[in-house]
């Protein structure tokens, strides 16, 4: 299990590497909602299933289990110019 973490302005860390299978939580460490999905903004179309689907409120998590390799770029819906990058092993 990772965590990234969420501050209104950035994702930390903003790039992982992980192993197929693994899970990844994206805690919400700001005041506002944010809403973690891949790439690219707004169709979410590189890995549709990495979407939360709706706002994650400020101190809350959405998790997800990642079963596809490759390098998946993300970005909070909300504000498109954060963003990341994730690598599946």
């Known amino acids: 299990v990772h965590e990234i973490n969420y501050s209104g302005s950035a994702f930390t860390p903003s790039k992982l590497t992980i192993k197929n299978g693994d899970i990844v939580i994206f ?5 506002k909602n944010f809403w973690p999905a ?7 179309t590189n890995y549709p299933e990495f979407d939360s689907k709706k706002a ?13 390799t490759g390098i998946w770029s993300f970005h909070d819906h909300l504000t498109p110019s954060v963003t990341g990058s994730i690598t599946v092993e």
């Open 27 to 31: 805690k919400n460490n700001s005041d």
């Open 38 to 44: 891949s790439g690219p903004h707004p169709q979410h």
């Open 56 to 68: 994650i409120a400020a101190g809350d998590k959405f998790e997800f289990k990642f079963t596809k």
